[in-house]
Every structure is written in structure tokens, then in C-alpha cells.
């Protein structure tokens, strides 16, 4: 089955920006849809963006909109999340996930999870 690396997460200053990168092996064709989730401390798992592994078409949480970006690399079997003007709010451990529905935004349209890699925004 396919296999999702998160990368890319820091440290980084509010204002600042940051760009994860998600490995995957093994992309089954049956992947409709690749995106990103993020969980900070004391919350519920929260969707940021998502994209047709297809097509272009692409939907944002409210949150990110206008600061985050998502983007993929067919060939080079790579999904990014560029995230520019960071905010503290953004402090979390960022996910990425493979789904086999078109651009969902709820954690179980998803079926396929890296293990994380962790963003920390401080002022």
C-alpha cells in the first residue's frame, strides 16, 4: 500500500513561512485525492488543504486560505504545503493523507496517513 513521509517542519517566526514536503511510494491509482491535516495540542484534527491528484482542483480550510498553498508533483511522487505569514495558531503536527474520494475535508475520507512532522510558529 502506499506509504506518505511527512517533511520539512520546524521552528520558524510568526510572519515567516515554511514548506512541507510528503514522500509517498506506491501511489495506487485508486488515490483520487492527496492533502493535509494538522492536530495542535488539546484539539481535534483539523483539515487545511486538499488536491485532485488528477486534476488542479484544490479547497482550503478558512483558516489558510490566502497564506497556504498546495501543491503536487506527479512524477516525482510529492506533495507541499508552502505556508507563508505563519501564524502562532498554526502550531501543530501537520499530516498528510491520501484518499480515494474526490476532495474531501473530513479526516475519514481519508485512508491512507503519514506519521507527521511538527510545525512550531513562536513570536
Known amino acids: 500500500q502506499v506509504h506518505l513521509v511527512e517533511s520539512g517542519g520546524g521552528l520558524v517566526q510568526a510572519g515567516g513561512s515554511l514548506r512541507l514536503s510528503c514522500a509517498h511510494s506506491?501511489?495506487?491509482?485508486?488515490?483520487?485525492?492527496m492533502g493535509w491535516f494538522r492536530q495542535a495540542p488539546g484539539k481535534e484534527r483539523e483539515f487545511v488543504a486538499a488536491i485532485s491528484w488528477i486534476l488542479d482542483n484544490t479547497v482550503y480550510a478558512d483558516s489558510v486560505k490566502g497564506r497556504f498553498t498546495i501543491s503536487r508533483d506527479n512524477p516525482k511522487n510529492t506533495l507541499y504545503l508552502q505556508m507563508n505569514d505563519l501564524k502562532g495558531d498554526d502550531t501543530a503536527v501537520y499530516y498528510c493523507a491520501a484518499a480515494q474520494v474526490s476532495l474531501s475535508v473530513v479526516a475519514a475520507g481519508y485512508d491512507c496517513w503519514g506519521k507527521g512532522t511538527q510545525v512550531a510558529v513562536t513570536s
Open positions: 506506491g501511489r495506487r491509482f485508486s488515490t483520487t485525492t
